[in-house]
């Protein structure tokens, strides 16, 4: 079935560095989803991505999906501690079946 | 709106032994779903549903079974705990294929 895979699967930065997570799949995706997840929490939707090309931002956070339609990344510029946590990103395998990365585990250096 | 609840937060199991991990929405959605988060890994699909009375085996169905009677309700129950299945347990649910809004997840240690 679908995969996607996420790289890398650690990364330690220095507070105030810049990250970036990789997705990719060996399929086109019809859309690509993100997640964040607090360390002993619960996964929480960052945001989806649906059109070739597409760049969306949140604050300090920059999306991008592949003009095939098979990557994605996440960026977050000038990191701050409470951007500690692991990134999933995630795609629909059919219309029901939410297929999970790895995901990225980001610890900060304060 | 409590959003998706699930109980309990943590149990220990001995094995062989069963046990029904409950998750309940009250965002009125048809898609309900369980994964399982081993240590340091990403999430699978265990079972899913998209509406009372329809279920379907996820990616790792295997020593699990669901139910959905009601759209706000989707219990998971484990048959004969093993040591594989210590684990964290999410439900997660979401309106179609769109955002999924997880529980804050069940976890299982059987020893």
């Known amino acids: 079935g679908q995969q996607v895979m996420q790289i890398p699967q650690y990364q330690h930065v220095q507070e105030g560095e810049d990250f970036t997570t990789y997705c990719n799949s060996s399929t086109t995706l019809s859309n690509i989803q993100w997640y964040k997840q607090r360390p002993g929490g619960h996964p929480v939707f960052l945001i989806q991505l649906v059109k070739s090309g597409e760049v969306k931002k949140q604050k300090r956070l920059t999306f991008q999906f592949g003009e095939a339609k098979k990557n994605s990344s996440l960026h977050i510029t000038a990191t701050q501690t409470t951007d500690v946590g692991t990134y999933f990103c995630a795609a629909y395998q059919g219309a029901q079946k939410l297929v999970f990365g790895q995901g990225t585990r980001l610890t900060i250096n304060p | 709106n409590a959003g998706v609840t699930q109980t309990p937060k943590f149990r220990i199991l001995k094995i062989g032994q069963s046990m029904t991990l409950q998750c309940t929405q009250d965002?009125?959605?048809?898609?309900m779903y369980w994964y399982r988060q081993d240590p340091g890994m990403g999430l699978k699909l265990i079972y899913y549903?998209?509406?009372?009375?329809?279920?379907d085996k996820g990616e790792v169905p295997n020593g699990y079974n669901v139910s959905r009677s009601t759209t706000e309700d989707f219990p998971l129950r484990l048959e004969l705990a093993a040591p594989s299945q210590t684990s964290v347990y999410f439900c997660?649910?979401?309106?179609?294929?769109?955002?999924?809004?997880f529980g804050p997840g069940t976890r299982l240690l059987v020893l």
């Open positions: 997660a649910s979401s309106y179609s294929s769109e955002t999924q809004y």
């Open positions: 965002m009125n959605h048809n898609y």
């Open positions: 549903s998209v509406g009372a009375g329809i279920t």
